[in-house]
């Protein structure tokens, strides 16, 4: 068994909208020196192919999916368990 790790990111300088409404959160519950927050998801996907599959399966997700290229960046890993 396999299991694909994704780590989805908004790139450097798009706007997010979550990670302000965050910081402000915390700064209200008196967290001090928060210069900024960001957000991303973490996927996990568990799969039952080879290895080499997996990651060209993988790989096929983020593009048709998880990823929009425009304003995200991300990483990923396939590794077996």
Request: hydrophobic share 40%; glycine share 4%; proline share 2%.
């Amino acid at each position: 068994m396999l299991k694909a790790t994704i780590i989805v990111k908004l790139k450097e300088g798009v706007d997010d909208p979550e990670g302000k409404t965050i910081k402000h959160s915390l700064e209200l519950l008196n967290f001090e020196g928060i210069k900024e927050v960001k957000v991303a998801k973490l996927y996990e996907i568990y799969l039952d192919l080879s290895l080499e599959d997996g990651k060209k399966e993988v790989e096929e997700m983020i593009k048709k999916l998880l990823v929009n290229p425009i304003i995200h960046d991300y990483e990923f890993r396939v590794e077996e368990i």
